[in-house]
């Protein structure tokens, strides 16, 4: 069904009609979105082995960042100083940038949150810090990303209600903070969704954050050693409470499996380091299922990695050639990897929002699913 929503910054242009899914598109001071869409994640202003050329070729429509990092090291002022973080990574496309509460969570030495903000220590030298709601923002704003993102507080998983409730309101508290913080650049300000896995607390964390009004709603506190069926019971639950004329992002997910149940429930934005990560790791995404390319059977083996992808590395490269390159150690060998991978996820996002368009997403997720089952092509 093709329909005609305009959100603030987010136009509606396609639903289907067996599943929550949406084809929209989002606009930001660098450029618009076609959604749904997944980010690849730069994490320190580089997406790992990849120029900004080579994002380009892919098809990438817009990058993930990271504040924590990039605050930390070479520093957010610096960056400002360069022009902005577009600049300097040689990046035109927009960028969205994590607000960092996950990475101060999850990396931090000696961590301690109270209303103020996240106290720490860095995990690269030590030194000691306080990030605020403010001082996220500002961070964001002097980066001069096209999404920022409201500070929030990650919970360890699992965490009972009581820890849950507290984080909640507290990143409830914080959100107010971010969207009364006054930013110099015309940036998307995108409200986070919390309340670990407790439907009580999703909902009125839902509610809440709905009421300040962003400009865009993410679903946070999830990929953190849940199953996956518990991660959809969330989805299952969070979405319809979020507005249909918003974009909303799914945070930190996931397998090809993840972003095609996650559009199934209406989300429309992915990131996660899994494409590249893997690629390092030599673990590649294929038509047929998961290629393991150290293993011994690929030594002599002259096929492309994946004879339907139309990607550098397959139009170019024998899997026994990938294989030598990472038993190598080389270099090349992990950016061809990540080529591949990375053309793999655009081409689902690319193939999904096709599907949708045409109203015939459901049953194009019914004949893709045994793809993307946990098997290693032989």
């Known amino acids: 069904m093709t329909v005609s929503r305009a ?11 067996q599943t929550q899914a949406r084809r929209g598109r989002l606009s930001t001071p660098h450029g618009t979105v076609d959604t749904p869409a997944f980010m690849p994640v730069g994490t320190s202003a580089t997406v790992k082995t990849m ?29 400002a100083d360069q022009g902005g973080l577009h600049r300097f990574m040689g990046w035109d496309a927009p960028i969205l940038t994590d607000s960092g509460g996950f990475q101060v969570y999850s990396l ?3 961590r301690r949150i109270t209303d103020d903000g996240a106290h720490f220590q860095s995990h690269l030298d030590g030194s000691l810090h306080l990030i605020t709601p403010e001082l996220s923002i500002e961070i964001q704003d002097a980066l001069g990303a096209d999404v920022v993102m409201a500070f929030d507080q990650c919970l360890e998983y699992p965490a009972v209600h009581e820890a849950a409730s507290e984080a909640m309101g507290r990143t409830i508290r914080w959100a107010r903070r971010c969207r009364e913080t006054v930013r110099a650049t015309p940036s998307l300000l995108f409200g986070i969704v919390q309340g670990g896995f407790f439907p009580d607390l999703r909902e009125e964390s839902a509610r809440q954050t709905v009421d300040l009004d962003f400009d865009g709603y993410a679903i946070g506190g999830l990929s953190v050693g849940e199953s996956k069926e518990e991660m959809l019971r969330v989805l299952d639950h969070v979405t319809p409470m979020l507005p249909p004329t918003r974009a909303r992002y799914l945070m930190g997910v996931g397998t090809p499996e993840d972003l095609i149940d996650g559009v199934a429930r209406g989300v429309d934005l992915f ?53 030598h390159l990472f ?18 996820y655009l081409t689902l996002m690319t193939d999904i929002r096709a599907a949708i368009e045409e109203g015939r997403f459901d049953a194009f997720r019914a004949t893709t699913a045994a793809v993307y089952e946990e098997v290693i092509v032989k």
């Not at 098809?59 to 090291?73: D, E, F, K, P």
């Not at 990540?338 to 793999?344: A, D, G, P, V």
């Open 7 to 17: 959100g603030s910054h987010f136009e509606l242009l396609a639903t289907d009609s």
């Open 51 to 79: 120029t900004p050329a080579d994002l380009e070729s892919l098809g990438v429509q817009i990058l993930l960042a990271n504040a924590y990092h990039l605050y930390l090291r070479p520093g957010h002022r610096l960056i």
């Open 108 to 110: 931090a030495m000696l």
């Open 271 to 323: 990131d996660c380091v899994m494409p590249t990560r893997h690629a390092r790791t030599g673990w590649l995404f294929t038509s047929r299922g998961r290629v393991v390319i150290k293993h011994a059977e690929y030594a002599t083996d002259d096929r492309p990695l994946d004879p339907t992808c139309g990607c550098y590395t397959c139009r170019h490269f024998s899997r026994a050639y990938l294989r």
């Open 327 to 344: 038993m190598s150690k080389e270099v090349l060998g992990a950016h061809l990897n990540t080529i591949h991978n990375l053309s793999f």
